[in-house]
């Protein structure tokens, strides 16, 4: 017999913010666990200090799990240094806890002069999923970065390269997981390497995955936050075939 859990997943999104790529996620979470995503207003152009006092009240008063992809990732970590009530743990996948690409860390202000258009939005896409590449998953990718202004995703870009919380990261006493794709061609393995040196005991699993892993194998990333669940807040997981990266 399956047994609902009180606990809910609390997803902070990639980049684009809106929410609307979790779909299957959310359909291999169910019945036992509810995903609550937390999408991003599309017409403020926010920094993450801005963004955290957003998301702030909307967490659940009931234990949750946060799980923080991508661009989301030093949000997830500053609200869990700040060690809030019913936060139990913290799931980060495929991102990062300071400027991930240190080599154009000086040129955050070029961000402004890159092209942003249709166009760029499907190859981008394309080439962000790789191998992994499907008419279905390319859709639902370039209709999200559509949506969003261009001036935001900008915005958000240039805080990505000037980021740096592993000060903040490295005082966490909760659960850790970081859910890595080895096919990232965004955010690469040095990412992952320089938290799991502040946090060895965090629960590194890499699977066979795109940058847009949630997306991609939602089946397997489902089972690993169950697994996760299981293993480090004592709650019951239903009996289900494991399944490996």
């Not at 000086?106 to 590449?133: C, F, I, M, S």
């Not at 998953?137 to 958000?156: D, F, G, H, N």
């Amino acid at each position: 017999m399956k047994v609902k859990t009180a606990l809910t997943i609390v997803l902070l999104p990639g980049l684009d913010g809106t929410g609307t790529l979790y779909q299957q996620l959310r359909q291999q979470l169910a019945p036992d666990y509810e995903l609550q995503v937390i999408a991003y207003p599309l017409d403020q152009q926010w920094g993450y200090p801005q963004l955290l006092d957003f998301i702030r009240p909307q967490l659940p008063q009931n234990p949750y799990l946060l799980l923080a992809e991508s661009f989301s990732g030093p949000l997830g970590i500053l609200l869990a240094a700040e060690q809030p009530e019913h936060l139990k743990a913290l799931a980060l996948c495929c991102t990062f806890g300071r400027n991930p690409l240190p080599a154009i860390k000086g040129l955050a202000g070029a961000v402004d002069k890159l092209p942003w258009n249709e166009l760029v939005h499907h190859w981008t896409a394309l080439w962000l999923q790789g191998r992994y590449a499907n008419a279905e998953l390319s859709a639902l990718l370039e209709k999200a970065l559509t949506m969003v202004p261009e001036q935001v995703i900008k915005q958000r870009a240039k805080q990505v390269l000037q980021v740096d919380v592993l000060t903040e990261f490295a005082t966490l006493t909760i659960p850790l997981m970081y859910l890595q794709a080895r096919q990232d061609r965004l955010i690469w393995a040095f990412n992952a390497k320089s938290l799991l040196q502040l946090q060895p005991a965090m629960q590194l699993v890499r699977l066979d995955a795109p940058h847009f892993l949630l997306q991609a194998i939602p089946e397997q990333a489902a089972w690993q936050l169950k697994l996760f669940i299981q293993q480090h807040l004592s709650l019951e997981l239903p009996q289900q075939k494991a399944l490996t990266g």
